[in-house]
């Protein structure tokens, strides 16, 4: 079974449309997270969320919209794509999102954005 | 977070043990080491962690010093799926994590 899954894997858009990637983890965690990969191979937090609250929100352009409906998904929206929003995004879980420092992220597979 | 500093890249070969170095040095008394690996833009894979005590899993193990400023990461007997970009990084209680550069391992037959 899928720990942490992602969909789609690719996606390729023009510029100036909105998408969507949806994330799904079926380990039980209480936090869930999106990264983006960008061409140089930085990872990079985004938001964090923790039982469907924000509690990580790095800069990150208004167009980008995570959605959490319950704690077992966290979907990502991005409107009005960009050239520069061509990155790998990955979605991550863990069990508590607390101030633990313990507390270890599994990682999805990841989703290919390519804007045009 | 505190900043790590990892080879950019070490080559190890197929059967040996691989031991990857990491410096943290400025890293504080509640701090966590973990160890992340990334197979070919795949999504990271989380190896192992430690606070002060070495550590061993079904993966790795992972070699803390006592002062903390410093640990070695081992897989034991590298196989050519062990290639890969290896992340040492240190955490605290905020849960994201700073992925650095990481060190690119190849492993040669």
């Known amino acids: 079974d899928t720990a942490v899954s992602q969909t789609p894997k690719y996606l390729v858009t023009q510029m100036g449309n909105d998408k969507s990637i949806k994330c799904e983890q079926n380990?039980?965690?209480?936090?869930m997270y999106w990264y983006k990969q960008d061409s140089k191979k930085f990872l990079k937090i985004m938001f964090s969320y923790n039982n469907k609250e924000l509690i990580i929100n790095e800069t990150v352009p208004n167009r980008f919209s995570p959605k959490s409906p319950d704690k077992a998904h966290l979907n990502l929206h991005i409107n009005s794509l960009e050239l520069g929003d061509s990155a790998v995004y990955f979605c991550a879980s863990s069990l508590s999102g607390l101030a633990g420092a313990g507390d270890t992220q599994y990682f999805g597979p990841g989703t290919r954005l390519t804007v045009l | 977070d505190a900043k790590t500093t990892q080879p950019t890249s070490m080559d190890c070969a197929e059967g040996r043990a691989a031991n990857l170095p990491c410096n943290h040095s400025t890293i504080s008394g509640n701090e966590y080491v973990y160890w992340y690996r990334q197979i070919h833009s795949q999504g990271p894979q989380y190896i192992i962690h430690g606070l002060k005590n070495n550590e061993t899993n079904e993966m790795a193990s992972l070699i803390i010093t006592e002062d903390r400023k410093s640990s070695t990461l081992i897989l034991p007997h590298a196989t050519l799926r062990d290639t890969a970009v290896y992340y040492c990084?240190?955490?605290?209680?905020?849960?994201?994590?700073?992925f650095g550069t990481g060190t690119r391992l190849t492993v040669i037959p």
């Open positions: 990084i240190v955490k605290t209680g905020a849960n994201n994590l700073f």
């Open positions: 380990l039980g965690h209480d936090t």
